[in-house]
């Protein structure tokens, strides 16, 4: 077990070369089963922040849509007019 790994318990995922999170726990034993409860806290932090991106996301997308609507309707009733 490198100890690199007990320091930067969000990179733990990670540097287990494919094998499954339960495999490396069984293989590191007790200091490893402590940091369970960090890697989980960094994985729901960036998956909430993710979350938060998409939200912010589809409300600019959906601004964006309706001001390229306005914009389109403005355009229309000006050649009308003109």
């Given at each position: 077990?490198?100890?690199?790994?007990?320091r930067h318990p969000e990179l733990v995922?990670?540097?287990?070369?494919?094998?499954?999170?339960?495999?490396?726990?069984?293989?590191?034993?007790?200091?490893?089963?402590?940091?369970?409860?960090?890697?989980?806290?960094?994985?729901?932090?960036?998956?909430?922040?993710?979350?938060?991106?998409?939200?912010?996301?589809?409300?600019?997308?959906?601004?964006?849509?309706?001001?390229?609507?306005?914009?389109q309707l403005i355009a229309a009733t000006?050649?009308?007019?003109?």
């Open positions: 077990m490198e100890g690199s790994n007990l995922v990670v540097s287990t070369s494919g094998a499954s999170l339960l495999d490396y726990v069984a293989r590191g034993g007790r200091a490893f089963m402590e940091l369970i409860p960090q890697v989980t806290r960094h994985v729901c932090t960036f998956g909430e922040e993710i979350h938060h991106l998409k939200l912010e996301a589809n409300k600019r997308e959906a601004r964006l849509a309706e001001l390229q609507f306005f914009r000006t050649l009308e007019i003109g």
